[in-house]
């Protein structure tokens, strides 16, 4: 009697079973790691652009503004997908034709919306002066996930232009330098 070499239909059905039932089991946790995985690129991509923006008012010995824009030429709070770098000697914040663009960065915000607050204005927007430190109002940016009303994470910069990254305490919370709950809206 010859010895068998292949398997049969039951042991192949029943092999595909189980590879599915794991692969179900494990889908939403690997789904999870990627949402997260992408919060913290966000997260380091937000603290890079704010050092490279330090650094180079530094390093220009003039204002440098940090802002969010959409159209890649335009500051706007309301903007979700892109950061500007550029020099603003008049550190106003405002990007205009005089105005040398440093560098544009695409920003990976398709799971969340990004929000900035400066402390005691409305500004929107950072302008490090030629010593590195912020012209005007220190400020939290946070970042919102989709459908959730709290955030993921914080970065505070504070007046001398360091920048420095919370989590949500053990309560979900995270609190701003003025004491305040950052919410979602």
Same mark, same amino acid.
């Given at each position: 009697?010859?010895?068998?070499?292949?398997?049969?239909?039951?042991?192949?059905?029943? *092999?595909?079973?189980?590879?599915?039932?794991?692969? +179900?089991?494990?889908?939403?946790?690997?789904?999870?790691?990627? #949402? #997260?995985?992408?919060? =913290?690129?966000?997260?380091?991509?937000?603290?890079?652009?704010?050092?490279?923006?330090?650094?180079?008012?530094?390093?220009?010995?003039?204002?440098? +503004?940090?802002? =969010?824009?959409?159209?890649?030429?335009?500051? $706007?709070?309301?903007?979700?997908?892109?950061?500007?770098?550029?020099?603003?000697?008049?550190?106003?914040?405002?990007?205009?034709? &005089? #105005?040398?663009?440093?560098?544009?960065? *695409?920003? *990976?915000? *398709?799971?969340?919306?990004?929000?900035?607050?400066?402390?005691? $204005?409305?500004?929107?927007?950072?302008?490090?002066?030629?010593?590195?430190?912020?012209?005007?109002?220190?400020?939290?940016?946070?970042?919102?996930?989709? #459908?959730?009303?709290?955030?993921?994470?914080?970065?505070?910069?504070?007046?001398?232009?360091? +920048?420095?990254?919370?989590?949500?305490?053990?309560?979900? &919370?995270?609190?701003?330098?003025?004491? &305040?709950?950052? =919410?979602?809206?």
């Amino acid at each position: 009697m010859k010895p068998q070499l292949g398997f049969s239909l039951l042991e192949l059905t029943l *092999s595909l079973a189980i590879i599915t039932l794991l692969a +179900a089991i494990s889908l939403p946790a690997l789904n999870d790691f990627y #949402h #997260h995985t992408q919060q =913290k690129q966000l997260r380091s991509q937000l603290m890079h652009a704010i050092e490279l923006a330090r650094h180079q008012a530094l390093a220009q010995e003039t204002s440098v +503004a940090l802002c =969010k824009s959409d159209q890649g030429f335009i500051c $706007s709070n309301q903007a979700k997908n892109k950061l500007l770098i550029f020099i603003n000697p008049n550190a106003d914040g405002v990007l205009t034709d &005089k #105005h040398q663009l440093l560098f544009t960065l *695409s920003l *990976s915000t *398709s799971q969340g919306n990004l929000h900035w607050r400066s402390f005691s $204005s409305h500004r929107d927007y950072l302008v490090f002066s030629s010593q590195g430190t912020l012209q005007n109002d220190n400020g939290t940016f946070w970042y919102c996930a989709n #459908h959730t009303s709290f955030p993921v994470w914080a970065v505070i910069v504070n007046q001398s232009g360091r +920048a420095r990254y919370l989590e949500p305490n053990r309560q979900d &919370k995270i609190i701003d330098g003025q004491g &305040k709950q950052l =919410k979602c809206e």
